[in-house]
Each structure stands twice: as C-alpha cells, then as structure tokens.
C-alpha cells in the first residue's frame, strides 16, 4: 500500500484520543506538544494522563464524540478501533489506531526533532520496532549543528526571496552555504 506522507498542523484544532492506557498516554505528550486541544475518551484513565490537564470523558466511545475533530488516535482494544475507525470514516477523518493497522487510516511514524527539522519514518503500520530503529539510527547520523544549518538556511532564503532565486538554482547554493559553515571551523 502506498501511503502519502504529510505533517499535520494541529494547534488550536480538536484531536480526539480514544483509550487511557498507557499506549495513550505516550501520544497524548506529542500532540500536546504540537498545540492539539486534546480529549481523552475511556472507561478508565490512567493516572499520568489525569495529569496532563486535557479534557476527560470517563465512559465508553461513542461516534459522536468525534464531531468536530480534525484527527482521532485509537489506543484502545481492536473492537473499540473498529468501531472508531468506523466513526472516523463517517465524518472523513483520518484515524492512527495505534499498532492496529487493519483499524487505521493514517500512521504515525517513528519520528525525529531537532532545530525545526522533523523526520518521520513509517513501515505502513506493518513493523513499528524497524522504524524506531531507523529513527535512532538517522538520529546518531544527524549533524550535531542542525541549528547552525538552519540559521544559514532562513539567511539565504531570505536573500534569494528578495533577489528572485528560482527554487531549482536554490539547492546548490544551499549546498555552497552549508560548506561554508565547515571552512569556518578548519
């Protein structure tokens, strides 16, 4: 299956995460992160994720609770993913049941962040260990001065808006400045 990869702008939008294991808990941090206005619905919720100060339902998932949300994570069992998936579909939004493909709609991927650069890594929901592999191994192999590539970046990309720069003339001389970071510390 081919999948299209996107990054999702989801601060200030409503993410819906169904299930308050721990599997929720470790997603509810990201998105969170990413500015999510995030609502937990289970039966039963774990402590850590009391703690985070989203919004709890503490009941069984219910379609409607999905009215209004721009994405849905699932981590709960295949039957409660099922049938959330099923909601999702209904009102065309996209569903991550975690580590349930046949559920699913969208992946999550092992994903990298470092100095506004972000890397995600799928296998298609098939083998979620291999892309946490990748994503360590991609993380040793990053440069450590990731910032000072993108200061230089956001510099000449500023020069070559102004100058009229045609993005196919762009990527060489971003190669030129880059290396010039490494002539200045020889």
């Known amino acids: 299956m081919d999948l299209y990869p996107a990054f999702l702008k989801l601060?200030?939008?409503r993410v819906v995460?169904?299930?308050?294991?721990?599997?929720?808990?470790?997603?509810?941090?990201?998105?969170?992160a990413a500015g999510a206005l995030v609502e937990v619905v289970a039966p039963e919720i774990r402590p850590e994720i009391e703690a985070t100060g989203v919004t709890i339902h503490r009941r069984a998932f219910e379609p409607a609770d999905l009215d209004g949300a721009w994405y849905v994570v699932a981590a709960a069992p295949p039957d409660v993913n099922r049938a959330v998936?099923?909601?999702?579909n209904a009102r065309q939004l996209f569903v991550n049941a975690v580590d349930d493909p046949e559920h699913?709609?969208?992946?999550?991927?092992?994903?990298?962040?470092?100095?506004?650069?972000?890397i995600a890594i799928s296998t298609g929901g098939r083998a979620p260990a291999v892309a946490g592999l990748l994503r360590e191994a991609l993380d040793a192999w990053l440069p450590g001065n990731l910032d000072e590539w993108m200061a230089a970046a956001d510099e000449a990309r500023r020069e070559w808006k102004r100058q009229g720069v045609s993005m196919e003339e762009r990527r060489p001389q971003l190669l030129q400045v880059l290396n010039r970071l490494y002539d200045k510390k020889r």
């Open 104 to 118: 699913a709609s969208a992946y999550a991927g092992g994903v990298i962040r470092r100095s506004s650069v972000t």
């Open 17 to 32: 995460v169904v299930g308050g294991g721990p599997v929720a808990a470790g997603k509810i941090a990201g998105l969170a």
């Open 85 to 88: 998936l099923a909601a999702g």
């Open 11 to 13: 601060a200030g939008r």
